[in-house]
């Protein structure tokens, strides 16, 4: 009877199975035509970076197919009358249909397992180093406990009927809310990080406690369905109808319902938000009051009437700063005054922000008015370089990150700035350059730098980018690329250094000689500030659990010339922040392990002196913490 | 009777409508409540904007579900047909009550944000002018098409989609979608621009609007509303799984060609010496402000005589086309250091290098670019495992055989000293070339790899090494999957056959014997 009924759940399933294999079979095939299959090795590091996303994807989806009818429906067609004339307990028919659903899921990691060894087949050389069996076994089996978990939920959530997108979308809502006011153990319930097992030196760091959550998870959600599935029938039918017919339940139904997409969206923007921990307010005056505005030729003012007396020296020096930029830059003025608000407050860790031609920068009671001034300069500058591109510098931010922040800065550091700042921002470049050089095509892609290095490094770099380029190409090289970056018969979809040497071409502009200049400033930059990276001691680490926290013990030779520094990425899996490590008395730094999923930590160490601004860093770490 | 219309859509949906017409001033609390965008789109109308992209098709899309579509699935259009009235008059009503509400719940959202944010906006009547006629624009676009869309009943899901797919497709292929008609008005200088029109994003916006509503219209009217009625049949539960997967391929689909997919601009060295010698095309630039005359012979020099060199291969080989050369001179660079420029394989080949360096050799520049130049040419194939032997070969015996001229025979039996630390030659080791470019190091494998085709020169022929050669790099390859194809369906194995008659264990025999022959 067992094999009779499995037989029937599984030719029921039959579409979800045929889905799976097609959709496994066209992917694959797809690859034999559009790619070069003989190079698709295959290569845990690379699986964890491309594949994982795709193959969480398809589990959830499918997982949410199966799950969502699987036992309900029987129900509502009425067919669990007929199962229930049959000599089987209810028991018998939920393990057949759960045991159906995990044998059409574990379709899923095994048509990728299975396309992963053909194409690793084929490409295979005779010098690789051996295959990843122990990692692609592993990855195998957390697809398969991540299915059966995925399953499990959607069976159960599966019982509240029309209720389904809702209660999916406050499950998910609640999940990252409590996340991130700080029940960091619920991370071991992340089906992602699940999926995330650490491959180092051709051994597999599995993800204990989120295997350990998910199976405690999945035995929860199959239990409290089964118990669901024993409770209904006409009675349970009955009751649902007798409470239907409540008009004011009906109503609240309904409303429940609708209210759906408002959790979703909520959700996804959870899901967006940065782990902004910084109190509101901290970084710009507190309390509402009057207002005020002032006008001038060139900027319109906002601010808080108790703060007159603060803007106004900026007031009375705003225009002389904009016809700095614009003798700076040799643009023409903008057609309309720049809006510059003194009251609102900025991201975290900024001084002011540019959006098209609204500046924000908050008033604080404690800056100098020149310190006021470069940051007006600064954010002025960004004004023009959206204005001069045509908005597309900021379409194109990962490509165009370097540039904007560096020439606002070098107009910052030669318009409104003096020698000492133009000191720090060179000793920032040669401390950068001394840990590693940049090529200016690594600069232009802000994604790939800030996997290798600290995402700060777009200002001082940036900053030598555009020394470089108006040094070899002359003043007016800015607003010639910012023009032909806005021409209209642009190309579409280029990316990278190649965008840069298409608008640079366009501009008449020698993208070979910007590079040759970029990477002669950087290292006149090093050859000057010798001094201060030889005081810069080389760092490593080493890194171990102690007490629920991820210590990292500082290694270096020689006198310390300033503050060690060290920072992480939040694990947060959707919006990533960078954060500083707690300092311990005993010069170690501590992370809470429970704020970390995965086996492997990444990290930054750095020294923080009088010599620069920011931190100088080493590039990126990542270790077993033992 | 119009006014009964609207009473009745009323009194069928007024709760709906209603709750529509609240839902997005949670949605906007929601957004205005989150403090990162607050600080990072430093307005309130960011926050619109937001509202706009995410609240208000869900609002479109849910209205043409109520007003439309439920009516022709429940048939209860039909009761409305028998009225004594014209049934574009029941889809006007349908079509205006709809976009009044998406209408008034975007103003009243709009004016909200004004009144929050009055302190810190520049709010002229020019800059609420702008505002309102972006939002209107946008509007009036997201409602008609979803005014459309309903008309489209079961296949509205699959269309919706598709439709989404589209646009992540051309946005990946690099169409600008945010600078074209109704996007470009809700783009991220929604909130700020207070000065500029978009006039020619309203007028491409109003033909959409006209164009959706004529089709909304024209769905709902065509065969006397037959075919909406049609459409708005249940899909049977096959047709949703099979349409589920299909978009679901579709999706990945485009994602996977997207991805590979990217533009790019041919390079341009303006001011660079040029030379042409038959497909081949070097362009040499320098990367300093002011070349010295001896730096400006040198770029000459090179062009020229790095086109013979490459021209002469390229002649030898049959090829019908051969990737650009670019060289930039770098006076901080070492002789003998050459940096690869990060070009797309499309674009050709750049090659950064001192030329003017004392100790810098041409003939290792020529070497280096023969190699990556072959492996452009070839999508690079040539230096899969399969076939890396014979890429090895030809550097080695491509300039001592003063170009495919003589066997270099006497050359390679003096100089080949890596055979005897082989144990045998096969094919199978032909098929591991890696292993044996490991073992033996880069120099003495290439220089084992070229005695194979100065041996098969020598005792076969010139021109039998030549067709051989022809085979195997004449052709370019496209850098996809056509080029594995053309690779496995004719092998290198296949090809030396073809060219020469020999197989590859009678050539790897006879190669063995040769070299065993060797003077000591």
């Known amino acids: ?67 969502s009818g699987l036992l309900v429906q029987e129900s509502e067609e009425r067919t669990l009358q007929f199962l229930d004339g ?136 199959y239990g409290l369905a089964w118990l669901a599935f024993l409770s209904i029938g006409d009675r349970a039918q009955f009751t649902i109808d007798r409470l239907g017919r409540l008009r004011w339940l009906g109503l609240l139904g309904t409303g429940a319902r609708w209210i759906a997409p408002i959790v979703w969206i909520a959700g996804l923007i959870l899901l967006l938000q940065n782990n902004d921990t910084s109190k509101p307010g901290a970084d710009s005056p507190v309390g509402e009051g009057a207002f005020s505005q002032r006008e001038t030729k060139h900027y319109l003012f906002l601010f808080r009437t108790s703060q007159a007396a603060q803007a106004k020296p900026l007031v009375a020096a ?107 921002n060179r000793r920032a470049i040669a401390g ?77 502009i020698s993208f070979d000689r910007v590079a040759a200049a970029y990477d002669a400033v950087c290292a006149a930059a090093v050859k000057q500030e010798q001094p201060f990276v030889n005081a810069l001691p080389r760092l490593a680490a080493t890194v171990r659990l102690e007490g629920g926290n991820i210590v990292v013990q500082p290694i270096f030779a020689g006198l310390p010339p300033g503050q060690l520094v060290c920072c992480t990425y939040d694990d947060d899996p959707v919006a990533p922040q960078f954060t500083a490590l707690r300092r311990n008395h005993d010069g170690t730094f501590s992370w809470p392990a429970a704020r970390h999923t995965g086996s492997t930590f990444r990290y930054l160490l750095g020294w923080h002196t009088t010599g620069t601004r920011l931190p100088v860093f080493e590039p990126w770490a990542e270790t077993v913490p033992k | 009777m119009i006014r009964g219309l609207i009473e009745k859509e009323l009194r069928q949906h007024g709760f709906a409508l209603g709750f529509l017409l609240v839902l997005p001033f949670a949605g906007l609390l929601l957004i205005l409540s989150y403090g990162v965008l607050q600080r990072a789109g430093g307005g309130g109308f960011e926050a619109v904007r937001l509202l706009l992209y995410t609240f208000l098709p869900l609002a479109s899309l849910v209205l043409g579900q109520l007003l439309i579509a439920s009516e022709f699935r429940q048939k209860t259009q039909l009761f409305l047909e028998g009225l004594p009235l014209p049934r574009a008059w029941m889809l006007g009503v349908k079509f205006a009550l709809g976009f009044l509400l998406v209408l008034l719940m975007t103003l009243l959202a709009l004016g909200y944000v004004a009144l929050l944010a009055r302190n810190t906006e520049a709010l002229t009547p020019r800059f609420a002018a702008l505002l309102a006629a972006k939002a209107v624009g946008w509007v009036a676009f997201i409602y008609t098409l979803s005014f459309a869309h309903a008309f489209l009943g079961r296949y509205r899901v699959p269309f919706g989609l598709a439709l989404l797919t589209g646009l992540i497709y051309l946005i990946s292929t690099g169409v600008e979608i945010s600078s074209f008609g109704p996007f470009a008005l809700l783009d991220n200088r929604f909130a700020y621009e207070r000065y500029v029109w978009p006039v020619n994003a309203l007028a491409i916006t109003a033909g959409l609007v006209l164009g959706l509503a004529a089709l909304g219209f024209s769905l709902g009217l065509v065969r006397d509303a037959t075919v909406a009625a049609m459409l708005a049949e249940r899909m049977s539960s096959r047709e949703k799984l099979f349409l589920t997967m299909f978009i679901l391929v579709g999706i990945s689909v485009a994602a996977i060609v997207g991805e590979h997919r990217q533009n790019v601009a041919p390079v341009e060295m303006p001011g660079a010496f040029e030379a042409r010698h038959g497909v081949v095309r070097v362009l040499v630039s320098a990367a300093v402000d002011a070349p010295s005359r001896e730096e400006t012979e040198a770029l000459k020099r090179t062009a020229n005589a790095a086109a013979t060199e490459l021209g002469a291969l390229t002649d030898y080989l049959g090829c019908d086309s051969y990737p650009p050369i670019f060289i930039v001179h770098r006076r901080d660079l070492k002789a003998g250091e050459f940096t690869y420029g990060e070009l797309k394989p499309k674009q050709g080949l750049l090659v950064r290098a001192n030329l003017t360096a004392p100790g810098f050799k041409i003939d290792a520049l020529h070497t280096w670019l023969v190699r990556e130049s072959l492996g452009i040419h070839t999508a690079g194939m040539a230096d899969r495992e399969r076939n890396a032997w014979v890429f090895d070969a030809i550097q080695w015996w491509w300039p001592r055989s003063q170009h495919g001229t003589v066997s270099a025979w006497e050359e390679a039996q003096r100089t080949e000293h890596a055979a005897p630390r082989l144990l045998d030659f096969t094919p199978a080791q032909l098929h591991t070339w890696y292993s044996v470019r490991k073992k033996l190091g880069d ?20 021109e039998s090494a030549q067709r051989f050669l022809f085979a195997r790099f004449a052709r370019r390859q496209p850098y996809d999957a056509r080029a594995w194809w053309h690779d496995i369906l004719r092998s290198t194995g296949a090809r030396l056959h073809a060219a020469t008659g020999l197989s590859e264990k009678q050539f790897t025999a006879e190669w063995q014997v040769a070299m065993a022959d060797r003077p000591e």
């Open chain 1, 318 to 424: 705003g225009d002389i700063a904009y016809e700095r930029v614009v003798g700076y830059l040799g643009a023409p003025p903008a057609s309309t005054r720049v809006v510059v608000d003194l009251a609102s407050p900025v991201v975290s860790h900024a001084v002011g922000q540019t959006n098209w031609t609204k500046i924000r920068m908050p008033l604080n009671g404690e800056t100098a008015l020149d310190e006021l001034l470069l940051i007006l300069g600064h954010e002025t500058t960004h004004v023009f370089i959206e204005q001069l591109s045509d908005g597309r510098m900021s379409r194109y931010f990962n490509e165009c990150r370097c540039f904007h922040e560096g020439l606002a800065t070098y107009v910052e550091l030669n318009a409104f700035g003096k020698e000492p700042d133009r000191d720090l």
């Open chain 1, 432 to 508: 950068a350059w001394s840990r590693g050089k940049v090529p200016l095509e690594l600069l232009m892609n802000d994604g790939a730098l800030s996997a290798k290095r600290e995402p700060t490094l777009a200002y001082p770099l940036g900053e030598a980018f555009a020394q470089a380029l108006i040094d070899s190409q002359g003043h007016d090289a800015p607003l010639r690329v910012l023009r032909a970056f806005a021409r209209s018969n642009a190309p579409g979809g280029l990316s990278g250094a190649g965008l840069w040497r298409d608008s640079m071409q366009a501009a008449g």
């Open chain 1, 86 to 221: 049959l000599p089987l307990s209810r028991t018998r028919v939920f393990v057949m249909k759960a045991l159906a659903a995990f044998l059409v899921i574990s379709l899923v990691p095994a048509t990728d397992v299975g396309s992963d060894l053909i194409f690793s087949a084929v490409s295979r050389t005779s010098i690789d180093p051996p295959f990843a069996w122990n990692f692609m076994a592993t990855e195998f089996g957390l697809q398969l406990l991540a299915g059966a978990y995925l399953v499990g939920l959607a069976l159960l959530i599966s019982f509240t009927r029309a209720w389904f997108a809702l209660v999916t979308g406050l499950l998910l809502f609640a999940f990252v809310w409590f996340r991130q006011r700080g029940l960091y153990w619920l991370s071991n319930f992340d089906t992602y990080a699940l999926l995330s097992p650490a491959y180092v030196n051709s051994k597999v760091h599995v993800p204990w406690p989120q295997v350990c959550a998910h199976l405690g998870g999945a035995l929860g959600f």
């Open chain 1, 1 to 67: 009877m067992n094999r009779t009924l499995l037989a029937k759940e599984l030719r029921a399933l039959r579409p979800y199975t045929v889905s799976i294999l097609a959709m496994s079979v066209l992917l694959t095939g797809l690859l034999f035509f559009d790619e070069m299959p003989d190079a698709q090795r295959f290569d845990p590091a690379r699986w964890l970076d491309k594949s994982r996303f795709g193959s969480f994807l398809f589990l959830v989806l499918f997982s949410m197919l199966l799950g």
């Open chain 2, 443 to 462: 120099e003495p494998t290439d220089a084992l790899a070229g005695s194979s085709l100065a041996m098969l020169a020598e005792r076969h022929g010139v």
